[in-house]
């Protein structure tokens, strides 16, 4: 199972709420909690909900895939080569089948 990274998620929704131009109080505010708590997160020193998260997400008009693992269009190779490094060779090729078909179905 894999660790989550509360120092890169709350870097990232750092630097999405300055790119917006958005205050930690204003964020707050939008979210119902206090500034501090706020800023605990995005130091990563504080652990928020996934509800929390979410609002954070939605707010910010970030994808819950690139808050959390910082995956976005110019990282995805990268993830799948990552993710397929991590399956035996025999099950390489379902994996990649899997994934063709779910695009296909988008």
């Known amino acids: 199972m894999k660790d989550i990274d509360y120092k890169a998620i709350g870097k990232r929704i750092k630097e999405k709420r300055n790119k917006l131009g958005m205050t930690q109080e204003k964020l707050s505010e939008l979210i119902n909690v206090s500034p ?5 997160i995005e130091r990563g020193t504080s652990i928020c909900s996934l509800a929390v998260l979410v609002n954070i997400a939605e707010i910010l008009e970030l994808n819950l895939d690139n808050l959390i693992n910082g995956i976005n ?5 990268v993830s799948f080569s990552e993710i397929l490094k991590g399956i035996p060779k025999k ?4 994996y990649i089948d899997i994934c063709k078909s779910i695009a296909n179905n988008f």
């Open 73 to 77: 269009e110019n990282n995805v190779d």
């Open 91 to 94: 099950n390489q090729k379902l």
């Open 36 to 40: 501090s708590y706020i800023s605990e």
